[in-house]
């Protein structure tokens, strides 16, 4: 695998590591909403 391929993989997974974590985040403050827990 050459440098440029790797580094093209290492973004698409950052991207979707990033993509996780704002659905998460999303999910989380719905869930808080529903249980009406404030933090």
């Known amino acids: 695998m050459d ?5 093209m993989k ?3 997974f950052s991207e979707i ?3 996780f974590a ?7 403050q719905k869930m ?3 249980c009406d827990i404030e933090f």
């Open 32 to 34: 808080m909403a529903s």
């Open 22 to 28: 704002m659905k998460t985040k999303t999910n989380l």
């Open 3 to 7: 440098s440029t391929s790797k580094i």
């Open 17 to 19: 590591r990033i993509r």
């Open 10 to 12: 290492l973004s698409d």
